[in-house]
């Protein structure tokens, strides 16, 4: 049985977060709140666009795009769809589902179209009330994957209807009746203003769903405090690390109350030796840590923490504890990633601050036209490299083609994260 799901919603108007789809108000940066739903333990996020242009409509899909790239769960987008052209911008935005509105007597014959193109999994529905379901009902299991039901009086009519899944939408917090619905087969989650609020202990709300019986996303640890081995003042080293680039960014103590309460809050807790007293990383500052993954070594006496981290880990400001250099003898980085990276950023430097005789604004200056034909030449040098028995003539195309194909995502506005992210999809 697959886990239940603790919604995150998002409504875009003008490219800006705002509270309702009828509210306005500004609520926060929607990159900082998208990041924080994607840490905080949020299994999916849904993003209505509410636009009432093309022009604000295309506004709203650049956000989808850049919410894609700093999220790591599913994202479903819903609003302002009134044509297969509108399905296709969301799934290529970056998008894992799109919701249609059931309130829209086009909705049908759209879902019929994209699930054709797409997959029924990428189709979902936003109901009211049941009139759409009645209506439709014989076509419900063929073109729809999941529904979101917006008032939680019609759930008993929703399930003598139809067996798909289901999100209910609930305005407040009744831990009653929240877990009498996720107890239900068909239910799959539950959104709603009280999870959206940045102030929501997610990961808190799992744990204590899950003591009723209900699976949830959340940790569980494999290894138990007893199994590691402490220090004699019953500590254990925590090296803490970047689970992006694997840079290492501090290192902590940890006593048990610390380990227990990094574990309910998916937030790094440590145990501070000179104020001897438990402390949550970013309790003062901000910057938070967000956990990953916790790690123990083969001696059980070490923990590795991969985490996200907001901002700066050192007191100092620095993005890292470590940086007074001791030794250092040169060496070249060959870690593939991180080398597309570097590569990438040098390239993104040149565009924004162009440099007299430098090739790469050569290419910017001569337009998207002259980018392609040098990505299309050197694609055909490596085809006619592959004739030759010798392989470092491919290697040496292979390099330039990549280079030109990343003055190409600078210049369109994709990166090696995006890419990265649609082929873990596949």
Not at 179 to 190: C, F
Not at 299 to 317: M, N, P, R, W, Y
Not at 406 to 421: C, I, K, Q, S, Y
Request: aromatic share 10%; with cysteine.
């Amino acid at each position: 049985m697959n886990h239940k799901n603790i919604v995150a919603t998002m409504f875009l108007k003008d490219g800006t977060a705002v509270r309702s789809i009828r509210d306005f108000t500004k609520v926060g940066e929607w990159k900082e709140l998208a990041k924080l739903y994607s840490d905080s333990g949020v299994d999916k996020i849904y993003v209505f666009d509410l636009s009432e242009t093309d022009e604000e409509h295309e506004k709203n899909l650049h956000i989808i795009k850049e919410i894609f790239r700093v999220v790591e769960i599913p994202l479903c987008a819903g609003g302002n769809i009134n044509r297969m052209e509108d399905i296709k911008k969301y799934i290529y935005a970056g998008c894992k589902q799109v919701m249609l509105n059931g309130s829209k007597s086009v909705s049908v014959s759209l879902a019929e179209e994209g699930s054709k193109r797409f997959g029924k999994d990428r189709i979902l529905i936003s109901v009211e009330n049941v009139d759409f379901l009645f209506k439709n009902q014989e076509v419900l299991d063929q073109y729809f994957h999941e529904m979101l039901v917006l008032d939680p009086d019609c759930i008993e009519s929703v399930e003598s209807i139809t067996n798909i899944p289901f999100v209910v939408k609930y305005d407040s917090y009744d831990e009653e009746q929240l877990v009498q619905t996720l107890k239900r087969a068909n239910v799959r989650g539950i959104c709603g203003p009280f999870i959206d609020d940045p102030e929501t202990d997610i990961m808190s709300m799992k744990l204590r769903f899950s003591q009723f019986d209900i699976r949830m996303d959340h940790f569980a640890p494999e290894l138990k405090w007893s199994s590691l081995k402490t220090n004699s003042d019953g500590l254990i080293p925590v090296i803490v690390q970047d689970y992006k680039n694997a840079e290492v960014l501090m290192l902590a103590y940890m006593n048990e109350e610390a380990f227990h309460a990094t574990i309910a809050t998916g937030r790094m807790h440590y145990y501070s030796r000179s104020r001897q007293s438990l402390w949550e990383k970013g309790e003062t500052s901000g910057h938070f840590q967000y956990v990953k993954s916790l790690i123990a070594d083969c001696d059980f006496d070490t923990i590795l923490a991969k985490v996200s981290q907001i901002e700066a880990a050192c007191h100092t400001g620095a993005r890292s504890c470590f940086f007074n250099d001791i030794v250092k003898k040169q060496y070249v980085d060959k870690n593939p990633l991180q080398v597309f990276e570097d590569e990438y950023r040098v390239i993104t430097d040149r565009k924004e601050h162009p440099k007299e005789g430098s090739y790469t604004n050569y290419l910017f200056d001569k337009g998207i036209d002259k980018i392609l034909k040098k990505v299309g030449e050197e694609a055909t040098e490596i085809v006619i490299a592959a004739k030759n028995p010798e392989p470092q003539e491919i290697v040496y195309e292979i390099s330039d083609f990549l280079y030109h194909m990343m003055v190409l995502m600078v210049e369109r506005g994709v990166t090696w994260e995006d890419v990265v992210e649609e082929l873990a999809q596949r």
